[in-house]
């Protein structure tokens, strides 16, 4: 049986400010920071060592992995970025206020948004100076097929090449692994491990920084999940991640 962690990274800016975010890329708040160090600090209790770590190329996951991985004492591990990681392209919606889109196009367009499996947001035209085009981060990928936006399938369509090849073989090979990621790059790597059905990852939303184990077999299927901490906390979490695209009042 293998154990793998999955992690949101803590709350960003953005987060905090309720605007879409994606490829944007922005730090952590303080609350955020924090929140990292207790997932850190509650990964050591249960006795969690990784030796691997995988992450996007945005800062605010990658800030949460350093703090996590300060916390354990293993600051020394391999640590794997990609792009392949990184949040899901949120389009023309990046930099906008969640509740303030959904009080102009309801809350029902914001949740397929949001949520819908195959429905993607708005894109940014060539021209829009949020297409990240001369950022070395992502000089491997050609213009033509920088995101201008995304669904969760398209996310799914470039997570799964680098679970496939690289994070996969290194679990396989007996490494225990840590991936710090985004709400849904992890949802498009859950639908792929759970086979949740188009109609069902709409409703699951992960909360910042709350570690999530999976236990695999030897084929890395699922046997079961659950996260660490205190679940009440963790639901409510969860409740505030699905309200943040309603309108207020
Ligand atoms: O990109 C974002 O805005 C967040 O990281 C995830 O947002 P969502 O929960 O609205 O999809």
């Not at 994606?22 to 249960?46: I, S």
């Not at 709400?183 to 949740?196: E, M, P, T, W, Y």
Request: with cysteine.
């Amino acid at each position: 049986m293998y154990k793998i962690v999955l992690l949101r990274h803590g709350e960003s800016v953005w987060n905090q400010e309720n605007r879409f975010t994606g490829w944007h890329d922005v730090g952590l708040t303080a609350k955020g920071l924090a929140e990292a160090q207790a997932a850190g600090q509650l990964l050591r209790q249960q006795g969690y060592a990784f030796d691997l770590a995988f992450t996007s190329v945005l800062r605010r996951a990658i800030k949460t992995l350093w703090t996590v991985l300060e916390e354990l004492d293993r600051m020394w591990i391999p640590v794997q970025h990609s792009w392949r990681l990184n949040e899901r392209h949120y389009g023309a919606l990046q930099g906008l206020d969640k509740a303030e889109t959904a009080a102009k196009y309801g809350d029902q367009q914001v949740l397929i948004w949001r949520r819908a499996y195959d429905t993607p947001p708005p894109p940014l035209a060539d021209n829009d100076p949020r297409l990240p085009l001369d950022d070395p981060r992502y000089a491997s990928i050609p213009v033509a097929e920088l995101p201008r936006t995304e669904c969760l399938k398209d996310t799914v369509a470039r997570v799964l090449p680098f679970w496939n090849d690289t994070i996969a073989p290194s679990i396989k090979a007996g490494k225990s692994v840590i991936i710090v990621a985004h709400g849904n790059s992890l949802r498009a790597l859950i639908k792929f491990l759970d086979q949740v059905s188009d109609d069902d990852i709409v409703s699951i939303n992960i909360p910042t920084a709350q570690p999530l184990v999976y236990e695999l077999d030897a084929d890395l299927k699922p046997i079961r999940h659950y996260y660490l901490g205190d679940q009440d906390a963790i639901n409510a979490a969860i409740q505030a991640v699905a309200n943040q695209g309603k309108a207020k009042g």
